[in-house]
């Protein structure tokens, strides 16, 4: 899991650091794009991969940033129910523009806009979670506080 970066995956390595956190960005050698994927290349359970899911909120024409345990499907009735406000999809080209980041490489925090985000309350259940760090093939260790404290995080029920 060792090696050099590549360039958006070693810019979130820079902005991580910038921020003052020491987590270290690794780049795996097969896909991480999905939680399945992630589990498979670190060699833990999908229960452990805090997968970043953005979303289009409808009214506020915002994007919202979900981070879930990868072994839950979110309820988006229940998150826009909580928000009081319609969960769309976020295509490609709205991801990236609003993150910096492609679908399968959003990191939990250092995008290009400030952004809402909710954390999955079932990621506190595990001592380290791994998530996205910049690209399809980038993953850092973290706690489920440290993601709270570096995203700003709400700490919901998302499932």
């Known amino acids: ?13 820079e902005k991580l650091n910038a921020f003052g956190y020491a987590n270290e960005v690794v780049e795996l ?7 399945q994927e992630a589990a498979d290349a670190i060699g ?6 805090a997968k970043s899911i953005i979303f289009r909120l409808a009214a ?3 994007p919202l940033l979900v981070v879930a345990s990868g072994a839950n499907r979110i309820d988006e009735k229940r998150i826009g129910a909580l928000l009081n406000d319609t969960l769309g999809k976020a295509d490609a080209d709205f991801v990236r523009s609003r993150t910096g980041y492609v679908i399968g490489g959003v990191p ?4 290009a806009e400030p952004i809402l985000t909710l954390v999955d309350e079932d990621l506190f259940q595990y001592e ?7 690209h399809p093939k980038a993953v850092f260790r ?11 995080g709400q700490v919901v029920g998302v499932k």
Do not use: N
């Not at 833990?44 to 991969?49: F, G, L, S, Y």
């Not at 939990?108 to 995008?111: A, D, E, I, S, V």
């Not at 973290?142 to 700003?152: A, E, I, K």
């Open 1 to 13: 899991m060792a090696g050099p970066l590549k360039e958006s995956a070693q810019l979130f390595q």
């Open 29 to 35: 050698p097969d896909s991480a794009r999905t939680a």
């Open 44 to 49: 833990c359970q999908p229960a452990h991969i």
């Open 60 to 62: 506020a024409d915002k």
């Open 108 to 111: 939990p925090l250092g995008h």
């Open 128 to 134: 380290t979670i791994w998530a996205a760090a910049g």
């Open 142 to 152: 973290l706690t489920p506080d440290q993601l709270v404290q570096m995203t700003g």
